[in-house]
C-alpha cells in the first residue's frame, strides 16, 4: 500500500481511505457482518485511514467500527471522525453545534463509541455560520493539549474559513467533495490549501455511485439519491452520456469506469486522498484495483473532454444542502 501525507503536520496515511459512512446511513440497509468484513478486507489491504461520522446513523457507525477494530493495533489505524450534524429521532437534520462545550461534549461521547483514548483527526462536519470557526478550532486545541486529539481537520469549509482556523490551530486536511463531476474545489480552495500546506481527503469520489457501472446498467435511484438534483429526470439522462463516455475511456484502459474515477482523483495531486465508500468487500476489491490504473498526461486531457464540469447538470447536493456549504458561498 503506498502512502501520502495529510499536509505538513499532519500524520502518513494509506493513498486511499475507507468512508464508513454507507455501512450505517443514507444507502439503505446494509450488512453488519459485512460491513464489519470489508473493515477488516481494507486493513488487511494496508489501509489505515477509516473515515466516520458520530451522526451516520446516530452513533451506528462508530459502535460498528468499535466492534470491527477490536484487535487491530489502535497506531496502525488513523481514525477521521466528524462532529456537530444535528438530528431528531427521524433523522431529519437540525443544523450544527460546533461550539465549544458542545465540541467537547461530542468528543466525550466519540471517545466511548470507539473504545478508544484518542482521535487521531477530528473535524466540524460543517462551518456553522453562528459560531465563529475560532471558538470551534481553539475548542479542539483544547483538546490536542489534554492529548484526546492528535490533529484537527476540516469539511467542506471555505477560503476565509480555512484561513481563520488555521490561524488558530495547523489544519491537517480539508474534507470536501472532488471528482470528475464535482470540481469546484480547484477554483479557489485547492489553491489556498497548497499555499497553506494543508492536505485534501475526498469524498464523493464516485459522485455517490453515478460514475460506475451499476447506474449505467440500471439508472432507478432511491434514497439519499433520489433528493439529489444530479439523479433527477433529465439531468440523471445528461450525466449519465458524460458516464458511457467515461467507460468508453475506461474500457481501452482495461478498468471500469469507477476505478478509473478513484484513479482522476488520485492522480490529482500527492496531497489529496480518496476515500472510497464501499461497504462490501467486492467493492473494496474493485476500488483497490484503481492501483493499477496509471493515467498519462493525454488521458487526463481526455477525460475533462469526456466530462467537462459545464456539461454537468444539477448541483451536488439539493439546495437546502447546498446553503449550509460554507465552501460553495
Request: net charge neutral; charged share 25%; hydrophobic share 40%.
Amino acid at each position: 500500500m503506498r502512502t501520502r501525507r495529510l499536509g505538513k503536520t499532519g500524520p502518513t496515511v494509506s493513498a486511499f481511505g475507507l468512508g464508513a459512512m454507507g455501512m450505517s446511513d443514507f444507502y439503505g440497509a446494509a450488512s453488519e457482518p459485512e460491513s464489519i468484513a470489508t473493515v477488516h478486507a481494507a486493513l488487511e489491504a494496508g489501509i489505515t485511514l477509516i473515515d466516520t461520522g458520530d451522526f451516520y446513523g446516530m452513533g451506528h457507525n462508530e459502535m460498528l467500527l468499535r466492534e470491527a477494530l477490536k484487535g487491530a493495533t489502535r497506531e496502525n489505524v488513523v481514525l477521521s471522525v466528524k462532529y456537530g450534524a444535528q438530528r431528531d429521532p427521524k433523522g431529519n437534520f437540525l443544523g450544527f453545534a460546533s461550539d465549544a462545550k458542545s465540541t467537547k461534549t461530542a468528543l466525550a461521547y466519540t471517545l466511548k463509541r470507539l473504545g478508544t483514548d484518542y482521535i487521531d483527526i477530528y473535524r466540524p462536519a460543517r462551518v456553522a455560520p453562528h459560531i465563529p470557526i475560532e471558538d470551534t478550532i481553539g475548542a479542539i486545541a483544547d483538546l490536542v493539549k489534554e492529548g484526546y486529539v492528535r490533529h484537527i481537520g476540516l469539511s467542506e469549509a471555505g477560503v476565509e474559513s480555512i484561513r481563520r482556523a488555521h490561524a488558530v490551530h495547523p489544519i491537517v486536511d480539508l474534507q470536501i467533495e472532488y471528482s470528475i463531476i464535482t470540481r469546484s474545489v480547484e477554483r479557489n480552495i485547492l489553491p489556498v490549501l497548497r499555499e497553506l500546506g494543508i492536505g485534501v481527503t475526498a469524498y464523493g469520489i464516485l459522485s455517490r455511485g453515478l460514475i460506475s457501472e451499476s447506474m449505467l446498467n440500471d439508472s432507478a435511484v432511491s434514497g439519499f439519491r433520489a433528493h439529489s438534483p444530479r439523479f433527477q429526470g433529465e439531468n440523471l439522462n445528461q450525466n449519465l452520456n458524460l458516464v458511457r463516455a467515461l467507460k468508453a475511456i475506461a474500457n481501452e484502459k482495461r478498468c471500469s469506469v469507477a476505478q478509473l474515477a478513484i484513479a482522476w482523483v488520485a492522480a490529482r495531486g500527492e496531497d489529496i486522498v480518496p476515500l472510497v465508500g464501499a461497504r462490501k468487500r467486492e467493492r473494496l476489491a474493485e476500488a483497490l484495483g484503481a492501483f493499477d490504473v496509471t493515467l498519462t498526461p493525454e488521458d487526463l486531457k481526455r477525460i475533462d473532454a469526456a466530462a467537462p464540469p459545464e456539461a454537468v447538470a444539477g448541483q451536488r447536493y439539493a439546495p437546502e444542502q447546498m446553503a449550509m456549504l460554507d465552501s460553495e458561498r
